[in-house]
């Protein structure tokens, strides 16, 4: 490679972390000013003149405690997925607002000390910084600028599937300036970025190009070429990651720990669901969110259930026999979307539609359902049809999120995954639902529910549920 990469890139592991911690500090003085104004003078007016913050504690102390928790708290990471920074800065925030609790009473930074400011704190600057942040990544994306230059070792199916990583991700800040291999498979990879090389050209690669981030994707290596090309390749960049030859491993809930004088390495994998601790967990940030949720649902089911008697008579709710946790059946409640007579509607149908039942025999599911009525459609396109399952959540039958809720003839298809699908209970919301929903093939949702077993935790759950809502306004996929 004869161009080195410019000064200005070969320092975007510095660089981009000082561009987050100045915004990060205007976004926490911003939320704490915001959240002392909106306490004291906009939503509560009547608050006693006693309620002061020193201006030091403003745009000094807090935000130095609050920069120093989001640093222990891995916020400056660059290279993580999205979702997990998000993570890393709501433990930040959380764990800021504990300290400056505990600074306001026992300083006496604050002349009164109000709750409602805590927690107008904790919501405004976690809301700040996270706007900051995005618009931040919004200007580096469209300006092209520090972004850190890297180079795969590996030209392969792994390969192939960390750039789709990536693309997914864009933020993570890599541009790949070229891959190594001496025989590379896939194509399509060589064809969009350039092929610098072979394993022979390591070292004259990255001395011409001074590059200092390298990711070695080959695992098909045997294990002593691959530590042999790690620890020549440590010699020379300052960061080099690898993926091991264990893909399919569940990723979210594994940690490393190294052997340092038997120069080994121990992965321990944990399952959460598996353990009655977090079932509990799981079932109480069920109830906590399905009672709150019913607050603002009650009253628009409500409204659809008129809509659906008018337009069409019949029964309201549609309860369907679903199977449930350890292979229980149970009734699966929706508002009902199809006509009355929807089974003997459906036979009429695919008796005279082989195609459709071709389809209905491979997916269980149709995109020009016959069946369907008017509201029932609107229904659909929008998930509201789904919202009596509340009460399935309530009742115990299902989680807000989880695996897709099967009837007992998809059982045989899951084949050994059923066991994964047999710990916990189905969800109303789930993997498959945010990734392509009913565009997606049967053997990939069998995949989604069992990598959601096996990596779930809370912070997943509210990933989906955010996710979830995203994919039922874009309308992505669902009939």
């Given at each position: 490679?004869?161009q080195?990469?410019?000064?200005?890139?070969?320092?975007?592991?510095y660089?981009?972390?000082?561009?987050?911690?100045?915004?990060?500090?205007?976004?926490?003085?911003l939320?704490?000013?915001?959240?002392?104004?909106?306490?004291?003078?906009?939503?509560?007016?009547?608050?006693?003149?006693?309620?002061?913050?020193r201006?030091?504690?403003?745009?000094?102390?807090?935000?130095?405690?609050?920069?120093?928790?989001?640093?222990?708290?891995?916020?400056?990471?660059?290279?993580?997925?999205?979702?997990?920074?998000?993570?890393?800065?709501?433990?930040?925030?959380?764990?800021?607002?504990?300290?400056?609790?505990?600074?306001?009473?026992?300083a006496?930074?604050?002349?009164?000390?109000?709750?409602?400011?805590?927690?107008?704190?904790?919501?405004?600057?976690?809301?700040?910084?996270?706007?900051?942040?995005?618009?931040?990544?919004?200007?580096?994306?469209?300006?092209?600028v520090?972004?850190?230059p890297v180079?795969?070792?590996?030209?392969?199916?792994?390969?192939?599937?960390?750039?789709?990583?990536?693309e997914?991700?864009?933020?993570?800040?890599?541009?790949?300036?070229?891959?190594?291999d001496?025989?590379?498979?896939?194509?399509?990879?060589t064809?969009?970025?350039?092929?610098?090389?072979?394993?022979?050209?390591?070292?004259?690669?990255?001395?011409?190009?001074?590059?200092?981030?390298?990711?070695?994707?080959?695992?098909g290596?045997?294990?002593?070429?691959?530590?042999?090309l790690?620890?020549?390749?440590?010699?020379?960049?300052?960061?080099?990651?690898?993926?091991?030859?264990?893909?399919?491993?569940?990723?979210?809930?594994?940690?490393?720990?190294?052997?340092?004088?038997?120069?080994?390495?121990l992965?321990?994998v944990?399952?959460?669901?598996?353990?009655?601790?977090?079932?509990?967990?799981?079932?109480?940030?069920?109830?906590?969110?399905?009672?709150?949720?019913?607050?603002?649902?009650?009253?628009?089911?409500?409204?659809?259930a008129?809509?659906?008697y008018?337009?069409?008579?019949?029964?309201?709710?549609?309860?369907?026999?679903?199977?449930?946790q350890h292979?229980?059946?149970?009734?699966?409640?929706?508002?009902?979307?199809?006509?009355?007579?929807?089974?003997?509607?459906?036979?009429?149908?695919?008796?005279d539609?082989p195609?459709?039942?071709?389809?209905?025999?491979?997916?269980?599911?149709?995109?020009?359902?016959?069946?369907?009525?008017?509201?029932?459609?609107?229904l659909?396109?929008?998930?509201?049809?789904?919202?009596?399952?509340?009460?399935?959540?309530?009742k115990?039958?299902?989680?807000?999120?989880?695996?897709?809720?099967?009837?007992?003839?998809?059982?045989?298809?899951?084949?050994?995954?059923?066991?994964?699908?047999?710990?916990?209970?189905?969800?109303?919301?789930?993997?498959?639902?945010?990734?392509?929903?009913?565009?997606?093939?049967?053997?990939?949702?069998?995949?989604m529910?069992?990598?959601?077993?096996?990596?779930?935790?809370?912070?997943?759950?509210?990933?989906?549920?955010?996710?979830?809502?995203?994919?039922?306004?874009?309308?992505?996929?669902?009939?």
């Amino acid at each position: 490679m004869k161009q080195a990469i410019p000064l200005l890139q070969r320092n975007t592991t510095y660089l981009l972390p000082l561009c987050l911690f100045i915004v990060d500090y205007l976004m926490v003085s911003l939320g704490i000013v915001g959240a002392f104004h909106t306490r004291k003078l906009w939503m509560f007016p009547e608050v006693s003149s006693t309620f002061h913050i020193r201006s030091i504690y403003m745009y000094l102390i807090a935000p130095a405690l609050f920069l120093l928790m989001l640093f222990l708290t891995n916020c400056y990471q660059i290279a993580i997925p999205y979702w997990d920074r998000v993570r890393n800065v709501f433990k930040g925030i959380t764990y800021s607002i504990i300290l400056t609790v505990f600074l306001m009473y026992a300083a006496n930074v604050a002349g009164d000390v109000s709750r409602l400011f805590i927690l107008f704190s904790w919501i405004i600057t976690f809301l700040t910084v996270l706007f900051g942040r995005y618009i931040l990544e919004r200007i580096l994306i469209a300006t092209g600028v520090l972004k850190i230059p890297v180079i795969i070792i590996g030209a392969g199916k792994t390969a192939q599937l960390l750039l789709r990583s990536f693309e997914r991700h864009p933020i993570m800040r890599y541009e790949i300036v070229g891959f190594i291999d001496d025989k590379p498979i896939c194509k399509d990879l060589t064809e969009q970025y350039s092929l610098l090389g072979g394993f022979c050209d390591i070292d004259e690669i990255i001395a011409s190009s001074k590059i200092q981030h390298v990711i070695v994707c080959a695992p098909g290596l045997p294990a002593k070429d691959l530590i042999t090309l790690i620890n020549r390749l440590e010699i020379l960049v300052k960061n080099v990651s690898f993926v091991p030859e264990l893909i399919g491993m569940p990723a979210a809930n594994v940690s490393v720990q190294g052997l340092m004088e038997e120069n080994m390495l121990l992965v321990n994998v944990k399952n959460n669901l598996a353990r009655p601790y977090y079932r509990v967990m799981k079932r109480i940030f069920d109830m906590v969110l399905t009672l709150c949720g019913m607050v603002v649902f009650l009253p628009i089911g409500i409204i659809i259930a008129a809509i659906i008697y008018i337009t069409d008579p019949g029964p309201i709710l549609f309860a369907h026999q679903r199977v449930g946790q350890h292979g229980k059946l149970f009734p699966c409640y929706k508002f009902r979307s199809m006509v009355v007579n929807a089974e003997e509607a459906l036979k009429e149908y695919l008796k005279d539609n082989p195609e459709a039942q071709e389809e209905w025999n491979r997916d269980f599911k149709l995109k020009n359902d016959p069946r369907i009525t008017k509201i029932g459609h609107f229904l659909r396109k929008t998930s509201l049809d789904e919202l009596p399952q509340l009460l399935n959540v309530l009742k115990g039958e299902m989680s807000l999120v989880g695996p897709r809720p099967i009837v007992k003839a998809e059982i045989e298809k899951y084949g050994e995954y059923i066991q994964d699908f047999y710990l916990v209970p189905p969800g109303i919301t789930g993997v498959w639902q945010v990734s392509g929903r009913s565009d997606t093939t049967y053997d990939e949702r069998v995949q989604m529910d069992s990598w959601y077993v096996h990596n779930w935790s809370v912070w997943i759950d509210i990933v989906y549920l955010v996710k979830t809502v995203t994919a039922v306004l874009m309308r992505k996929g669902a009939y």
